[in-house]
């Protein structure tokens, strides 16, 4: 019993000390090239497709990095960013008064509906 116990040990550790193939190291190759690549696009202002993810019911729902806020975005955005409202299947924004709010990259001063449909061209992109 004890023979067998060291031949498995052993096949390991020969497992295991074994070089990675060459599909391996190019798939390894591409994973970090893609991350390298990701990680630039951000810091030469990309923008994310989601950042987070809040189920919203029927109803008003407050915007903002307040605490007390219903969807509460980072410190560095202001206390009260906007109001979101569903009802049924139109979700409408309306920003503060005095918040920055752009949608689709044009800056607003008035509420405007998002779509609920996840297809590319009916996404907008809100940001602040």
Same mark, same amino acid.
């Given at each position: ?16 000390a074994a ?39 029927? @109803?008003?729902?407050?915007?903002? $990095?307040?605490?007390? %806020?219903? +969807?509460?975005? *980072? #410190? ?5 960013? &906007? ?13 503060a008064r ?6 689709? @990259?044009?800056?607003?001063?008035? $509420?405007?509906?998002? %779509?609920? +449909?996840?297809? *590319? #061209?009916?996404?907008?992109?809100v940001r &602040?």
């Open positions: 019993m004890l023979r067998i116990a060291r031949a498995l040990g052993a096949v390991a550790l020969i497992a295991a070089p990675s193939s060459g599909a391996d190291l190019r798939y390894e190759a591409e994973i970090a090239t893609w991350r390298r690549d990701f990680d630039a696009d951000l810091r030469n202002g990309a923008w994310l497709a989601l950042v987070a993810r809040y189920r919203l019911g029927e @109803g008003e729902f407050a915007v903002g $990095s307040d605490p007390s %806020s219903d +969807v509460v975005l *980072p #410190e560095r955005a202001p206390r009260s960013f &906007g109001r979101l409202t569903r009802q049924s299947a139109t979700v409408r924004f309306e920003p005095g918040a920055e709010a752009w949608v689709d @990259g044009q800056a607003i001063s008035a $509420s405007v509906d998002l %779509s609920l +449909v996840a297809e *590319p #061209e009916s996404l907008r992109q &602040g």
